[in-house]
């Protein structure tokens, strides 16, 4: 006597399509992205020049050596003008200011790269909760938004980094924590957008909790707004983090580009004419802050079409 085997259900089958097509579908709308992203002359000046600069931080080590940064091994003399051996010239101390200039990059963009991403997320989880939540919530957490909306921003951050240890964490923490109102009430308007489509309804009347539409709804809605956001923020976070180590709030075993600029004015470089001191680390901060804008306002075109075609 034979029995016959249950017939196997195809489960395992379909999920692997289907996430097969999910990965298929992200990979079409990068490809679509990148296809309009290079459409936007400013927006590929902005990427290249920020490509070139984090390299040159990743692979500082490799271009300037290990060293640059040491006191007790200066290679020149105190204030050297620009010359072929040292083509930026040295600080008051002889170091080459090429090599701690490359050096800086490494923490004014880990610095504005890490504030930007807290700076984000704590303005994108108050943004949604406030969207999503009504009634009693909302008003209170878009009191407390409007408050940190209507201070001064590098006020708030000196008085953080002044009362907390002088270290990069400390940066970031002051940064992050001052600047994401902004980030809130954008997300929070997207999100209000987002909950009032029909879609939104349905997956409400077939038991979707609150977790659920948040997080598979409305979050992946608001996310085009959240990276466009974050571009733009970024250049912020490293001037306000340039402003901080000029007032002597950084970190001083570190070297960052606000960080060259209070060594310059503290070795009275400003009233001696020593300009190669002054500039490259000012330079270097307005081009990075310029290349950052520049992306996001590409990015920004590219995910809203109406705003590039008004533009």
């Not at 679509?32 to 002359?41: A, G, N, Q």
């Not at 980030?183 to 929070?188: F, I, K, M, N």
């Not at 075993?253 to 190669?276: F, K, P």
Request: charged letters at 15%; one cysteine or more; hydrophobic letters at 50%.
């Amino acid at each position: 006597m034979t029995t016959e085997s249950a017939p196997t259900t195809p489960a395992a089958p379909a999920a692997k399509s289907a996430r097969a097509l999910a990965w298929t579908r992200r990979r079409h709308s990068a490809a679509r992205f990148w296809r309009e992203y290079r459409t936007h002359r400013t927006g590929l000046f902005g990427l290249a020049a920020l490509v070139l600069i984090a390299l040159a931080a990743v692979f500082a080590p490799l271009l300037v050596g290990s060293d640059a940064q040491s006191v007790t091994d200066a290679p020149g003399k105190p204030m050297e003008s620009p010359s072929g051996e040292f083509p930026l010239g040295t600080d008051q101390f002889g170091r080459d200011l090429l090599g701690l200039l490359v050096w800086g990059a490494r923490i004014s963009l880990s610095v504005g790269l890490l504030a930007a991403v807290l700076s984000v997320a704590i303005g994108t989880l108050v943004g949604i909760t406030a969207g999503h939540f009504k009634g009693w919530y909302a008003t209170v957490i878009m009191r407390v938004t409007d408050w940190f909306l209507v201070m001064p921003t590098l006020v708030l951050a000196i008085a953080l980094a002044s009362v907390m240890s002088r270290s990069i964490w400390t940066i970031i923490l002051a940064i992050g924590v001052t600047t994401w109102p902004t980030t809130a009430r954008l997300v929070r308007a997207q999100t209000l957008a987002v909950e009032s489509r029909p879609y939104i309804e349905r997956a409400q009347a077939l038991g979707g909790g609150h977790g659920h539409i948040m997080a598979r709804h409305v979050l992946p809605n608001v996310m085009p707004l959240v990276l466009a956001q974050t571009t733009l923020v970024i250049s912020g976070a490293i001037l306000t983090e340039a402003t901080l180590a000029f007032l002597g709030l950084g970190d001083p075993t570190s070297v960052s580009w606000g960080g060259l600029l209070q060594d310059a004015r503290e070795a009275g470089a400003v009233s001696a004419g020593h300009w190669w001191y002054l500039a490259p680390p000012g330079l270097a901060i307005a081009v990075v802050a310029l290349a950052f804008t520049l992306c996001g306002r590409a990015v920004e075109s590219v995910l809203n079409p109406r705003l590039g075609a008004s533009r």
